[in-house]
């Protein structure tokens, strides 16, 4: 196993909840960390990223202000900080690894690696 997500479950909206994938394997070699989202009927639609390395970022407009994206070199994890949940984010979550390219991408393809995804569901 490459990509290890964890932390999905239900909450209530305006609740918060953390996720983590934890890396391992080729995976590590990877440039960038993403974390997707998929809801059923939709496509996979990017909720942000972090370059394994330095501080740059990136977030969806849907994400801005509420997610937050950290990692941990030492335990090889990153995280996924939602906070202000509403009923739309209700979705799988994916995290997703990124070897090839330098610059953080929010294009699904870009992306080499993916964890199994984590169930977030959020309740009115």
């Keep these: 196993v490459q990509l290890q997500a964890s932390g999905g479950g239900s909450v209530l909206a305006g609740g918060s909840l953390r996720l983590a994938c934890v890396m ?18 939709d496509e996979r639609e ?14 969806a407009e849907s994400s801005e202000g509420r997610f937050t994206i950290s990692r941990d070199n030492f335990k090889n994890t990153v995280y996924l900080q939602m906070a202000s949940l509403k009923p739309e984010d209700t979705a799988v979550y994916y995290c997703a690894a ?6 953080i991408s929010h294009a699904a393809g870009e992306y080499e690696y993916w964890g199994q ?3 977030v569901t959020v309740s009115s």
Excluded: E, H
Aim: glycine residues 18%; without cysteine; hydrophobic residues 30%.
């Design 24 to 41: 391992s394997g080729s995976a590590l070699s990877s440039n960038i960390m993403g974390w997707f989202r998929q809801a059923p009927g």
């Design 98 to 103: 990124d070897s090839t390219n330098y610059r």
């Design 46 to 59: 990017f909720v942000g990223a972090t370059k394994w390395s330095g501080g740059r970022r990136s977030y």
């Design 117 to 119: 995804g984590t169930l």
